[in-house]
């Protein structure tokens, strides 16, 4: 229902629209109060890269963080990345990842991209806190901000939004009428655009999030996705159809899907429920991060990439490893 609303196919939305300009009164004088110096950022020492996004639910943000992080770490940067941690509650704020941090803990994203990258992570709901940590356990060159385009309270030095392709920007009404948690002329003051999928604009990085090996979570032996055999996938992402694409673009159709709520987590008992014997249940590496401990010799994941063929993207990787050096401006 929601997406019908969002994308303007059902008129609820215009129920809704009260809401979105007091979200946009709200949010938009919250930018301001920074802009005129009613409240201050605080600057790190070293530099900052927000890459974020306009609107809610999935546009494909982490894939493009774990590239950043993977490319700048091939140039010898030292890389650390700060998340809000949603879905996880630490016992301690800020918390420092390591090998034996739970999703529970620190949320999904921030795990998956520590485990791929192995790069520092620190999670905390005041960013800036979480920056502080990184600082303080190392001497990282540059920071990457996994989210938090709109939390102004943490300046920053480059601003990176995702954008999701295929469906731009729906209706362009702020939440909840709307997807947008600003309007799409915030594009407008960014330092680069990237669209995953669909069909980029003039200015902006075309990506396109290209699949792998199916990987075995109990014990990780890969295959062709296209070689499982009987398949229920599930995804907890912020917008499960785009998985079920990829496995149908890949040469699987799954006898069944379900789709979960963007970072939902279920019981061992809940994902037995969702297949019989003789199926295999396939998931995102999102998902699969929350259940290795617990992994059945049935469970398989689909990890993706985020790939660029537009020499923008090898651009913005110069400049970023130029401003890490301290010989950008």
């Given at each position: ?17 009260p809401?979105?300009?007091l ?5 938009g ?12 950022a ?5 530099p ?9 639910g ?5 894939p ?7 490319r700048?770490?091939q140039?010898?940067?030292?890389v650390?990345v700060?998340?809000?941690g ?6 301690h704020?800020?918390?420092l ?19 791929r990258?192995?790069?520092p ?5 005041q960013r ?9 356990a190392?001497?990282p060159q ?6 938090g ?25 702020w ?12 594009l ?16 902006e ?5 290209r ?12 295959r ?11 995804a907890g ?20 899907t ?24 396939l998931m995102?590496?999102?998902?699969a ?6 992994a ?30 301290g010989?950008?401006?």
């Amino acid at each position: 229902m929601i997406e019908r609303i969002w994308s303007g196919q059902s008129p609820l939305w215009l129920l809704l629209l009260p809401l979105s300009f007091l979200y946009g009164l709200v949010s938009g004088a919250i930018k301001l109060a920074y802009r005129v110096g009613l409240r201050k950022a605080w600057r790190a020492p070293v530099p900052v890269v927000v890459v974020g996004n306009l609107t809610a639910g999935g546009n494909g943000k982490t894939p493009v963080v774990i590239w950043l992080v993977e490319r700048l770490q091939q140039r010898g940067v030292r890389v650390g990345v700060v998340s809000r941690g949603y879905g996880g509650k630490a016992p301690h704020y800020p918390l420092l990842l390591d090998a034996k941090t739970l999703t529970a803990q620190a949320g999904d994203e921030p795990v998956l991209i520590f485990q791929r990258t192995g790069t520092p992570v620190a999670v905390a709901p005041q960013r800036s806190a979480a920056v502080r940590a990184l600082l303080a356990a190392g001497k990282p060159q540059i920071i990457i901000t996994d989210d938090g385009l709109q939390h102004y309270a943490l300046a920053r030095d480059r601003e990176i939004v995702v954008v999701d392709g295929v469906r731009r920007f729906g209706n362009g009404w702020w939440l909840p009428a709307g997807p947008m948690r600003e309007r799409a002329g915030r594009l407008n003051s960014v330092d680069a655009v990237i669209v995953n999928g669909g069909v980029a604009r003039s200015g902006e990085i075309s990506m396109r999030l290209r699949p792998g090996l199916a990987v075995n979570l109990l014990n990780g032996e890969k295959r062709s996705v296209a070689d499982l055999q009987n398949v229920v996938a599930i995804a907890g992402i912020g917008h499960p159809p785009r998985f079920f694409t990829t496995l149908e673009q890949s040469g699987l159709t799954p006898q069944k899907t379900v789709p979960l709520a963007d970072h939902q987590t279920l019981d061992v008992q809940q994902l037995s429920q969702l297949y019989q014997p003789g199926q295999t249940l396939l998931m995102t590496e999102k998902d699969a991060v929350k259940y290795r401990a617990v992994a059945q010799e049935n469970w398989w994941y689909l990890p993706v990439e985020a790939n660029f063929e537009d020499k923008q993207a090898e651009r913005l990787l110069d400049d970023l490893q130029a401003l890490a050096t301290g010989s950008g401006q």
